[in-house]
């Protein structure tokens, strides 16, 4: 049975970081492009990172170059989304997302990916 279950939300003051974890089960992580996505209130779920199965290239949101970090432990079939220097902007539920046929090259849509986990809330507020 295949799952993604995300973690590490929370509220955090603005500048704060966090780590997002989404643990995989069901499948093996190598064989899988992973993706994360957020979706604030009222607006459409847009793509933040990507991180490709194979070669582990990883691929970024223009806006969010240079806070955000993917990364992965195939050991431990999990995916990590580092945050920092978060903005209220940056407040959303974070999804993760796979699909085993992806090869992530940047501007990743929903339509995508094949599977979801249920996602975590990130608040960034004073």
């Known amino acids: 049975h295949l799952q993604l279950v995300e973690s590490g939300g929370g509220v955090v003051q603005p500048g704060g970081s966090l780590r997002l974890s989404c643990v995989i089960s069901?499948?093996?992580?190598?064989?899988?492009?992973i993706g994360w996505f957020r979706q604030a209130p009222g607006k459409e779920r847009e793509g933040v990172s990507c991180i490709n199965r194979s070669d582990g290239t990883t691929t970024y949101a223009e806006a969010l170059k240079g806070r955000f970090t993917i990364s992965r432990d195939n050991a431990k079939n999990t995916v990590f989304l580092q945050m920092n220097s978060l903005k209220p902007e940056d407040t959303a539920v974070y999804y993760c997302?796979?699909?085993?046929?992806?090869?992530?090259?940047?501007?990743?849509?929903?339509?995508?990916?094949?599977?979801w986990g249920q996602g975590t809330q990130v608040t960034v507020s004073s």
């Open positions: 997302a796979a699909d085993p046929d992806l090869y992530c090259s940047g501007d990743q849509q929903p339509t995508d990916f094949t599977s």
């Open positions: 069901g499948f093996s992580l190598e064989y899988h492009a």
